[in-house]
């Protein structure tokens, strides 16, 4: 069954920090590009960072140096290592990837 899932949401402080995680099955997920997208209420979805196949990583403006994207191809997982959390990143948090399409996401509160 191709799928992703994504787990590690949560309620934190701002300035507090939170792990996601994201589990492929499915894939070749060794040569997939994957990534990370939020959803703010009202918003449209946006890219917040990717990591090729051979682990180049690119990141959106408002999360450079706050946010870390990284996979394990072993386990077929991506993460994101979220930093200096602020109520602005609130959203629902979305792993994709070309061949599976979008996981269900994950809820991310961050409270002022």
């Known amino acids: 069954q191709v799928q992703l899932v994504e787990s590690g949401g949560g309620l934190v402080q701002a300035g507090g920090s939170l792990r996601l995680s994201c589990a492929a099955s499915g894939i070749f997920f060794s040569i997939q590009s994957m990534a990370w997208y939020r959803q703010a209420p009202g918003k449209q979805r946006e890219l917040d960072a990717s990591?090729?196949?051979?682990?180049?990583?690119t990141y959106g403006d408002s999360v450079k140096g706050r946010f870390t994207i990284s996979r394990d191809n072993a386990k077929k997982m991506v993460y994101l290592q979220m930093n200096s959390l602020k109520p602005e990143d609130t959203a629902v948090y979305y792993c994709?990837?070309?061949?599976?399409?979008w996981g269900q996401g994950t809820q991310v509160t961050v409270s002022s």
């Open positions: 990591i090729s196949n051979y682990g180049s990583t």
């Open positions: 994709h990837s070309g061949a599976a399409g």
